[in-house]
């Protein structure tokens, strides 16, 4: 794919999880609202492995921005958001499959399997939703609630972030 194709097609990544954030998931709660959805991380997750370390913060510090506008969430969003980009190859270095990974390999289910994306993603969803909701609980004495809600929150967007990696892209042939 060229470079240009590459921005295209990150560019409608950014477009489709910030729109289903957005429109989707803003009001959308389970469990009595313990259980909240954060597809938009999936942006950050797939960029490619070669992304520059300070282009994947600043892109991270964007996207995060971006959704606390619509939330109404004062950096709340943008921090734990740059925290994921921080921390993503470091997470991708340590689930480094043997041979390592192929030139310009797409971070998806696809391309990396599904075994491989599960662990990824939880990694990347735990740590993002411990951020989000220890800093959202700020002033509240209920440890229990906000572990509670990282929990299921976790669990609620990983089952949306596979959907959608299977909805958007086709799974790796073997």
Known sequence: MTRAGQIITYSLYFILFVALQVLLFLHLALFDGRA?????????????????????ILIGFGTGLFVDVFYNSPGIHAFATVLVAYLRPYI?????????????VIISIGSLGVQWFLSY???????????LFFIWSLGYNSLFLTIEKIL?????SLVMIILVQ?????????
């Open 36 to 56: 909240l959805c954060f597809i938009y991380i999936t942006f950050i997750m797939m960029l490619p492995y070669q992304t520059p370390h300070v282009l994947l």
């Open 166 to 174: 299977y909805l958007i892209q086709s799974p790796r042939k073997n």
């Open 92 to 104: 991708i270095n340590l689930l480094t499959p043997r041979g390592g990974y192929d030139e310009g």
């Open 121 to 131: 993603a939880a990694v990347v969803i735990v740590v993002h939703h411990t951020a």
């Open 152 to 156: 299921a929150s976790s669990v609620f």
